[in-house]
């Protein structure tokens, strides 16, 4: 079993920053793409950016310029650093991960996870 903890929302005003963090913990044998959704009240969750373990990005339009995702192999951790924040930005941030576990018999399993979400609110 995997588990997915994000850290570091919360209010900020618009043109302001804040960093997410979202660590992997679990038997894990190896962690492939990472990547940071968002959800906003009464909208699909939606693609905010992804990063494979060779360090390649995608972004959503909407975000490309102002936020930048990056990510830890050693420690499975990805970040999220949020700059020129909007109030659209405003939304549940949920972080993924596309993750090999691995058992005590060398049984591998590839599956994805979610975290909890975290709340980002852009607000004067």
């Known amino acids: 079993q995997v588990q997915l903890v994000e850290s570091g929302g919360g209010l900020v005003q618009p043109g302001g920053s804040l960093r997410l963090s979202c660590a992997a913990s679990?038997?894990?044998?190896?962690?492939?793409?990472m990547g940071w959704y968002r959800q906003a009240p009464g909208k699909q969750r939606g693609l905010v950016a992804v990063i494979i373990s060779g360090g390649s990005t995608t972004y959503a339009g909407s975000v490309k310029g102002r936020f930048t995702i990056s990510r830890d192999n050693a420690e499975n951790t990805v970040y999220l650093q949020m700059n020129s924040l909007k109030p659209e930005d405003t939304a549940v941030y949920y972080c993924?991960?596309?993750?090999?576990?691995?058992?005590?018999?060398?049984?591998?399993?590839?599956?994805?996870?979610w975290g909890q979400g975290t709340q980002v609110t852009v607000s004067s």
């Open positions: 993924s991960a596309d993750v090999i576990t691995i058992d005590r018999y060398n049984y591998t399993e590839r599956k994805g996870y």
């Open positions: 679990g038997s894990i044998f190896r962690v492939n793409a």
